[in-house]
């Protein structure tokens, strides 16, 4: 391969499988810092897709709790990954805090952890403030493609009431951190929303989407001038509780972001949750008169108009809040795979078929094991997340200024 252009050979690179690469990184200096690069992209055939959760074993009625990380891959089979190499004492619980170009982000024990399963590296990025042991913690990873950094996003909600919480926290907050930097920011959120019902964050195109629900209050003291802009400079009417807002880590705003319309014989959008599919942004919606949920995919990105419906599953009952169905993958004979929750213990991953509306099981977790939230697409790559390596000179810092 000598004599073969570098352009050539780093197509060919990019085609061979992600164990391949990592022993061709010992080939030559330039070899390795291609395949070192983070611009180094996988070819889509060589990229493997699916969906990345932790999953609990009860063993038997003493609730002693075992936590394993699971991926489930595009032909539907439940691998096991292997915690990435952390400290002893902080391994005994990890929560998936977000996933963004094949990083996954983890926090144990307030240390949060960046990790690539595909190369098997991992490092500590960032710490919490001690203080926020009582307060329950939503995750998402983004990209400023601005400055090219990973930031982390995260949503505190306190585990008892307003009285109990941090003065310098709050009740609830949204709160950000370069990986670079290492300071926690607090972030300015302008909706008033249930906070309980905020979903973790979905990253699409560097950036991160959230299901939420609006109070009824701010739904109905709203004029004209309150409608929402969607930074495309298009607004949007607040006049359903059901939302999708998108944080833009590189003006650290959120702002609202399309949804489609209501149908004709429902007041609002019943959206259970929302997911990737085929990179594309999708979600799931109730359908009380049909009795089922309907899924749809957005085309275009950012683009109301290019909501689709995808398909319609009937007789599938799911009960929010605890309820959820999020397609993640489409088979080569278009069947399409969803985790789907049913209540607060049954947990199951199905294949529907949308030619014979048949849906079967695949993986069903009962009582002794079962998927836990949150559920993040991942992507395979190559990017180390050894650069944003917490350092023992670093101390955790927070900045409640807006």
């Known amino acids: 391969m000598a004599d073969l252009p570098n352009e050539i050979t780093k197509i060919i690179l990019s085609n061979l499988p992600v164990k391949s690469l990592l022993r061709f990184k010992c080939v030559s200096n330039l070899w390795r810092s291609w395949i070192s690069c983070p611009k180094f992209q996988l ?12 999953m609990s074993s009860r063993r038997g009625k003493s609730y002693i709790r075992t936590f394993s990380i699971r991926f489930i891959n595009q032909q539907l089979a439940l691998e096991e990954f292997n915690y990435p190499p952390m400290k002893r004492d902080h391994t005994h619980r990890c929560d998936l805090l977000g996933s963004c170009h094949g990083l996954i982000m983890i926090n144990a024990d307030r240390h949060i952890y ?4 595909a190369t098997r590296l991992s490092t ?14 939503r995750g998402g990873l ?5 400055k090219n950094v990973y930031k982390a996003v995260l949503t505190l909600a306190h585990v008892s009431d307003h009285h109990d919480a941090d003065p310098d926290y709050g009740y609830w ?7 670079k930097d290492k300071h926690w920011r607090k972030l300015e959120f302008p909706y008033d929303i249930d906070v309980n019902l905020v979903s973790d964050g979905i990253t699409l195109q560097g950036r991160l989407h959230y299901r939420v629900r609006f109070k009824k209050s701010y739904c109905e003291n709203y004029n004209e001038e309150d409608d929402f802009n969607d930074g495309n400079n298009k607004r949007h009417k607040r006049d359903s509780r059901n939302q999708v807002i998108c944080f833009d880590p590189i003006s650290e705003k959120f702002i609202m972001f399309p949804v489609p319309e209501p149908k004709s014989n429902q007041e ?8 990737v599919l085929n990179e594309c ?3 799931t919606c109730l359908d009380d008169d049909k009795g089922g949920v309907e899924i749809l995919v957005m085309k275009e990105y950012g683009v109301k108009e290019s909501w689709t419906s995808l398909f319609f599953i009937r007789n599938l009952e799911i009960n929010p809040p605890y309820g959820f169905a999020v397609p993640f993958s489409v088979t080569e004979i278009g069947e399409v795979a969803l985790i789907i929750k049913i209540n607060r213990r049954v947990t199951k991953v199905v294949v529907y078929n949308p030619k014979n509306d048949n849906m079967r099981d695949i993986i069903i977790e009962g009582e002794t094991e079962y998927i836990d939230l949150p559920i993040f697409t991942y992507v395979e790559s190559l990017i180390s997340p050894k650069e944003y390596y917490w350092s023992k000179k670093h101390k955790w810092l927070f900045d409640r200024r807006i």
């Not at 500590?124 to 913690?137: F, T």
Request: a negative charge; charged letters at 20%.
């Open 124 to 137: 500590k990025v960032l710490e919490l403030d001690p203080r926020l042991g009582d307060y329950n913690k």
């Open 43 to 54: 070819s889509n055939q060589r990229q493997r897709h699916g969906v990345i959760a932790t």
């Open 142 to 146: 983004c990209f400023d493609s601005s």
């Open 173 to 179: 907050l949204f709160i950000v951190a370069s990986l």
């Open 281 to 283: 942004l999708c979600m």
């Open 114 to 117: 960046l990790w690539n399963p």
């Open 268 to 275: 609002e959008n019943a959206i259970v949750d929302l997911g």
